[in-house]
């Protein structure tokens, strides 16, 4: 899992104030198995957690970890979306991707792709010819996040994010990397803007340690394990890789990794986000987010008449050896 690393020795620290409350543990859950796009392998990170919970996040996949062979890497073809936010992460491949708007890129390691679906847009994401070719390690994340009602039929935008962009601090001790994605952990931001408040992070914990990461206390807390084995929250619930803890009520989140790990991994890898709850109405059809059954059934047949633009001439298409 390369993604982007540094030497903690150098890096700023965040610190947890005197008299702040550890975040308790409301759930563990554990993430199943599906496959997505043309075929390649996630887990649903965000099954059996109440919506409520949720918010205002609508739905994520972890993709993969897989080791392809040459001829296996997929993707996903042309498709639709409306309504929301996609935030797609990536640790290990890389991925191109083109919008109908004129947004597009290469997803490299530790890089992201921010697009702001708003009014409608169609996109693909699929790896490139070569890595198509030789195979290899796969590993990523997409988030989706909702976007307020006034904005759901905001202009579409796209943030190609690498890695160097990303705000990396440690805690305390310096016993793990914390890479800011989007938002802020105090005053550290990150590269990606949003139309909603939230924090997206990358943390890997050194085996053994411990991390305090101080949290904003009208946030919600999620605390998805890509990759390791450890402990979360004041009494120590055991997480490994593949679930997800529910935090709720405190002002920072502690997170322990056991002191054996994988030998193929550096030590526990967490995804953590959080952000303000919209606490609107959402009525979800596929790749439409929106308020209401109308306003989805308004969005398929504006996509059907092609009204979230065209693919373009010069369209990336999915490589099939």
Known sequence: MPAVTADTL????????????????????????????????????????????????????QMGEVEYLPGEPKGTPWHPHRGFETFTYLMD??????????????????????????????????????????????????????LPKEKKRIQPAYQDLQGQDSAMVTT???????????????????????HTPITITHITIAPGARAEIPWRSDFNALAYVLNGSGTVGPANHPIQTGQMA??????????????????????????????????????QYGPFVMSTKEEVMQAMEDYQKGRFGHIPVDAIMPHRP
Do not use: C
């Not at 290469?106 to 708003?118: D, L, V």
């Not at 303000?276 to 109405?281: D, G, H, S, V, Y």
């Open 246 to 283: 529910v935090l709720v009520n405190g002002d920072y989140i502690s997170i322990q990794a056991n002191q054996i790990q994988e030998s193929r991994h550096d030590g526990l890898d967490i995804f953590l986000i959080g952000g303000i709850a919209l606490r609107e109405l959402v009525f």
């Open 10 to 61: 150098t890096l700023p620290r965040v610190f947890v104030a005197p008299g702040a409350q550890p975040r308790s543990v409301k759930m563990i859950t554990n993430a199943p198995q599906a496959y997505e796009g043309e075929g390649f392998p996630v887990r649903r990170a965000f099954a059996g957690i109440p919506n409520a919970d949720l918010d205002p996040f609508i739905h994520m996949d």
């Open 93 to 146: 491949g890389r991925f191109l991707h083109q919008d109908s708007h004129g947004g597009g890129g290469t997803i490299k390691e530790g890089g992201t792709q921010y697009m702001t679906a708003g009014d409608g847009i169609l996109h693909i994401e699929t790896p490139p010819e070569d890595l198509v070719m030789s195979g290899g390690t796969f590993h990523g994340v997409q988030l989706w996040i909702n």
């Open 172 to 194: 305390q001790d310096g016993g793990a990397l914390i890479r800011v994605l989007a938002g802020q952990i105090e005053d550290h931001s990150g590269p990606g803007i949003s």
